[in-house]
């Protein structure tokens, strides 16, 4: 399990390929890749800023990634890498990725430490429109009900 | 006792982080926002909307229940958006 937080850009490919790191017990790898939009509603985003707090995201992504290994021993491994800094549309943002030996395991996992990530883990958004303007990004119901279908039994 | 913020929070106050020495009557997470709210003009703008604003711990969510106890840093930001 890792987290890596950085300025510059992923390959998916060589992250997965490295994770898996030549084990032949591995059946599933799940990512799941977070991109910048270019609109937002009627509004053309011009590019966005994300701030963070450095020492916790990655004492939290970690945490996240513990909580998924207790709720699904059957995950093999996981990684998480988070940009922050300013980017353009279509530029990556996150990634997650998820190893098992079955594809259940990786997708659940991989949802799951999304949902947390997104409601938890301590970056925020901000964005520059068309029209010059810039503003902060605010927290959706949406992210908070994502979550809480993982406190159901 | 470090206080540290993020987002529009920290432009409000105009500051990144700063030493504080918090007063003897502070005893709660709920305490302290109150407190900043009566800071001057920008804390007062930044905590207005105290019911929004998280707070983590050294590095740990916290409630607006919470007792501060001994804490090094304290970090206020908005909700995450993330992701």
């Known amino acids: ?153 | 006792m470090k206080l540290v913020y993020f987002a529009w929070i920290r432009e409000r106050i105009g500051l990144e982080e700063e030493e504080a020495e918090l007063p003897d009557t502070i005893s709660t997470v709920d305490d302290l926002l109150r407190w900043q709210q009566g800071r001057g003009e920008e804390y007062a703008a930044a905590f207005s909307e105290k019911e929004t604003i998280r707070v983590a711990l050294d590095q740990f969510h916290a409630e607006h229940s919470d007792p501060l106890n001994t804490v090094k840093e304290i970090a206020f930001f908005p909700p995450m958006t993330g992701g």
Not at chain 1, 59 to 83: C, K, M, V, Y
Not at chain 1, 104 to 130: G, I, S, Y
């Open chain 1, 1 to 153: 399990m890792s987290v890596r937080l950085q300025a510059e850009d992923f390959d998916i490919g060589m992250e997965i390929e490295a994770l898996v790191g030549g084990r032949t017990d591995i059946g599933a790898a799940v990512s799941f890749t977070g991109l910048v939009r270019d609109m937002i509603g009627d509004q053309r985003i011009l590019d966005m800023t994300l701030e963070h707090y450095p020492a916790m995201a990655q004492a939290e992504l970690e945490r996240i990634e513990i909580e998924a290994q207790n709720r699904w021993p059957t995950l093999t491994d996981s990684l998480i890498i988070h940009r922050y800094g300013t980017l353009l549309p279509g530029d990556r943002i996150v990634l997650v990725i998820t190893l098992s030996s079955h594809r259940q395991t990786t997708f659940e996992a991989a949802e799951f430490m999304m949902d947390f990530l997104k409601t938890r883990a301590p970056f925020w958004k901000k964005e520059t429109v068309q029209n010059g303007g810039s503003s902060w990004v605010e927290a959706r119901d949406k992210d908070d009900r994502a979550l809480a279908r993982w406190h159901k039994t």
